[in-house]
């Protein structure tokens, strides 16, 4: 069954590449394309597609908020975020937000179809950028959880020494083989990790977010 | 002193009910230890008027001497009242004999222990002595030094409980006084010396303490009644030089006070002061009388001038504190000359006080010389108090001038750290417009004029879809790099592994087989960001020109250290680059100009095997490699 794809991107040009891209591929279905964030959400409720491409700069909202609907009532969906530099700040929120990987804008058609591809088959997009500020944010994480969150808050997981040394080497602009020889594991294991670590962030954020908001009052 | 006078006067006064006050009796100096019967042998005895001084005849040792007199006594009814005779004084010592039989005595010169009594005697009669109606006094006086007066006191026999407070009285003053100076005079001597010993600058405080100490040492004369023998030459050295240096002392001090400062005057006094306990020395025991009529009578003009000096300090200062010096010290000086008359020449001073003064032999001096030096204490406790407290307005005003000081420093910090804020906020103001025009060049060298090239040649018509397709492409690979580097979070290892991702990727793409190398120590990449832009630049350029033209399989990528440079070689084993073609050409001209911009070289090496791109940029010295 051809995998489904909603794309929301509010650049006539990239949503016609992009779209272009999907229908040429005979194992993906393009199940909409959409340019506001509302007609986005409208979507992924109406659809349920397997795969969200998302632009952040929408004109009505930002893609972050239709990451977080599609995390939230959609966690089947695999998100892939569109950006322009692979080491956007921006990109760091679409993962701490829930999404699975990046695009790059000017990626050729072959490019986007293969990372929509490896994304279903398991695969995460990184790069060193992406690597440092996953980084930066647990190290920031940590430090503020040490300080404001008391003993009966859900701890936040850090990262494992192994995960940081990862991070640490992607950053540095090794290549999942290289990282996997270095480690001794294969390259498969390392993008497995990657993904546990999105998904770290991701529930780390979350969890910081409802603490925040209970101690707002706001739950 | 006049208080002291009438005290003792009072003492002297009309005689109470039944005291026998002998104002005259008869004098006899016999070899004999003895006297002859009552009345028998009358014509060796003669009146003389009480109190009496017999003068020293010449070389003739003295020899004791008696005096007798004759008193009724009736008996009371009740039990009778003791009786005692009262001696004001006795200095030798001597015996009472009551109707020729021994009453009682006070020890004389023996011949190992020598006495000078200043205390005044009561004698008890023993019960049993006074027969009713005429009664026989005799007193022996012992023998003196020779060349010394005999004195003898005016006499009074009577009861004991009417003689017992005249007695006292006179032991108070006599005995008890002088004993409590010497006390207190040795007790500030050392006080006083202790703070001299500790602050040498102070030499009034220094005179005064040995004032003090002298006095003390003098006026043990009247404490002390009995010596040995051996000692007594000794002691009366001693009390010599303690009376004379007291006098010079005095001298040095007023001088002192008065602003005076004439060393030679000083040493003077001083050889003046020793000279007499030399003399004194140096005569024997019996140069004593020389010494002291000729010697201690020059002291009296020395306790002249003391006096007109304080005089003419007064008159100078005219201050109170200024006057209580001359006054004590004519005071003293007065009591001076009184006590040397009634020593050396009672007759001479009969001529000024009553006779009944002159007999009862008080000497002044010492309370003069006690005045002196309650004088002298006050003064410098005056001085003292007005030390401290002008040392506490100087505190004060040192406390205030430290807090202004103080505020001024802050002020002056605040100032310099306002100033420093100032420079700090200048400088990163600075490195802000030189980042900012990094950029701005970037894009103009960059960026911009790969656009503009892109654009002339399309506008001509020289380009073609793909041709444009890839010139954008450049264009967008540029910005890239231009962003990475220019991060501002982000150092060079940053940019090298975005560098390195970004055409890892690219090249896997294009079906070529990357490999890196990097062989440069952490701290040696740390390079400025003009030097890494360039740096990757170069890379770029000779990485896009792999993908372009060369037709590679594999591309080798190595940075390394090699002595003081840094190299970046890119070699593959394409078909070489044409060194024909504007973009080629432009290309190679740009890597060697950014090259040059930092000081290296490039090399380039193309033949069938492959082509090689080889930049050496030279190394900063460690400190300098973070500059932006």
């Known amino acids: 069954m051809p995998t489904k794809v909603l794309i929301v991107e509010d650049e006539p040009e990239f949503m016609r590449r992009f ?37 952040l700069g929408l004109p009505d909202m930002d893609g972050v908020a239709v990451i977080a609907h599609a995390a939230r009532h959609h966690p089947a969906c695999d998100v892939l975020v569109v950006t322009m530099f692979a080491d956007d700040d921006h990109v760091v929120a679409s993962i701490e937000a829930g999404a699975s990987g990046y695009l790059l804008k000017d990626a050729s058609a072959e490019r986007i179809v293969a990372s929509i591809h490896e994304l279903r088959a398991g695969g995460a997009p990184i790069s060193p950028g992406i690597a440092r500020r996953v980084l930066e944010r647990f190290r920031t994480r940590s430090a503020m959880g040490a300080r404001t969150m008391p003993a009966a808050a859900p701890e936040p997981s850090p990262l494992t020494p192994r995960e940081s040394e990862l991070l640490r080497m992607i950053a540095k602009g090794f290549t999942f083989e290289t990282i996997g020889s270095l480690l001794d594991i294969s390259p498969h294991t ?19 977010a409802v603490y925040e908001a209970g101690q707002l009052g706001l739950l | 002193m006049a208080a002291l006078a009438l005290a003792l006067a009072a003492g002297g006064g009309p005689a109470e009910a039944a005291v026998v006050e002998f104002r005259r009796m008869q004098t006899h100096a016999p070899s004999v230890a003895l006297p002859s019967d009552d009345g028998a042998g009358t014509s060796a005895w ?24 004759d008193f009724d006594w009736a008996p009371e009814g009740g039990p009778p009242s003791p009786w005692a005779v009262y001696l004001p004084f006795l200095y030798q010592g001597g015996q009472v004999w009551i109707n020729g039989a021994f009453a009682g005595g006070v020890p004389e010169d023996t011949p190992a222990l020598r006495v000078r009594w200043e205390r005044p005697h009561l004698v008890p009669v023993p019960a049993g002595l006074l027969r009713p109606g005429r009664n026989r006094l005799a007193i022996r006086v012992g023998a003196g030094p020779a060349q010394t007066a005999q004195h003898f006191p005016q006499v009074s026999i009577g009861p004991v409980a009417e003689l017992q407070p005249r007695a006292d ?7 008890t006084m002088p004993q409590v100076t010497v006390v207190v005079c040795l007790l500030v001597a050392g006080f006083v010396l202790f703070i001299y010993a500790h602050r040498r600058s102070e030499v009034l405080y220094g005179l005064f303490g040995l004032a ?45 006070l008065a602003g005076l400062r004439r060393p030679v005057l000083d040493r003077v006094l001083l050889a003046y002061g020793v000279l007499g306990p030399l003399w004194l020395w140096g005569a024997g025991a019996d140069g004593e009388a020389a010494v002291n009529r000729l010697w201690t009578a020059g002291l009296i003009p020395v306790g002249m001038a003391i006096l007109g000096l304080s005089g003419w300090t007064l008159w100078r200062q005219r201050t109170v504190a200024a006057a209580v010096m001359p006054l004590a010290l004519a005071t003293a000086v007065l009591a001076g000359m009184h006590d040397y008359l009634v020593a050396w020449n009672a007759e001479a001073l009969a001529l000024f006080l009553p006779r009944w003064w ?39 005003r040192l406390a205030e001038l430290n807090e202004t000081l103080e505020s001024r420093v802050a002020q002056r910090e605040r100032h310099l750290a306002e100033n420093f804020e100032r420079m700090a906020e200048l400088e990163r103001d600075r490195a802000a417009a030189q980042e900012r025009q990094l950029i701005m ?8 004029s790969r656009l503009f090239t892109s654009l002339l040649r399309v506008e001509r018509g020289d380009m073609d879809g793909a041709q444009i397709a890839g010139a954008l492409r450049d264009c967008i690979a540029d910005m890239r790099l231009a962003l990475e580097v220019l991060s501002p979070d982000d150092d060079f290892q940053a940019a090298l592994g975005n560098f390195l991702f970004r055409w890892q990727t690219q090249m896997l793409e294009a079906q070529v087989m990357p490999r890196w190398s ?41 940075l390394r250290q090699r002595g003081g440079h840094l190299e970046l070689e890119v070699s593959d084993d394409g078909h070489g680059a044409q060194p024909a073609g504007q973009g080629a050409g432009r290309g190679l001209a740009n890597m060697r100009a950014r090259a040059g911009q930092l000081g290296g070289t490039l090399e380039l090496r193309s033949g069938d095997g492959g082509t090689r791109v080889l930049l050496r940029l030279p190394l900063a010295p460690p400190g300098d490699r973070d500059l932006p």
């Open chain 2, 518 to 558: 990097i062989d440069v120590p952490e701290d040696v990449l740390r390079l400025s960001r003009q030097a890494a832009l360039q740096l990757l630049r170069i890379a770029q350029e000779a990485l896009t020109n792999v993908l372009k033209h060369a037709g590679a399989k594999n591309v080798r990528i190595d």
């Open chain 1, 190 to 208: 390392v993008v497995a990790h990657v993904k546990k670590i999105y998904r770290k962030l991701a529930v780390h954020s979350r969890s910081e």
């Open chain 2, 169 to 175: 009285r006179r032991t108070f003053w006599v005995r």
């Open chain 2, 441 to 448: 060049r970037e894009i103009h060298d960059g960026l911009g």
């Open chain 2, 212 to 256: 003090s100490a002298l006095w003390g040492v003098r006026t043990l004369t009247f404490v002390i009644e009995r010596m040995p023998v051996e000692d007594w030459q000794r002691w009366r050295i001693a009390y010599l030089g303690a009376t004379g240096g007291f006098v010079i002392v005095l001298a040095l001090f007023a001088m002192r």
């Open chain 1, 19 to 55: 779209s272009n891209a999907v229908l040429n591929d005979p194992a993906l279905s393009l199940g909409a394309s959409v340019s506001t964030g509302r007609a986005g959400i409208a979507m992924l409720d109406l659809q349920t597609p397997d795969v969200l491409l998302v632009d």
């Open chain 2, 358 to 396: 002159v007999g009862q032999r008080i000497f002044l001096l010492h309370y003069g010389a006690d005045l002196v030096l309650i004088a002298m204490g006050g003064l410098l406790t005056v001085r003292f108090i007005e030390a401290l407290t002008s040392l506490e307005s100087v505190n004060a």
């Open chain 2, 46 to 69: 003669t009146d003389t008027a009480l109190p009496a001084a017999v003068a020293p005849h010449g070389e003739t040792p003295a020899a004791p001497r008696w005096y007798r007199g």
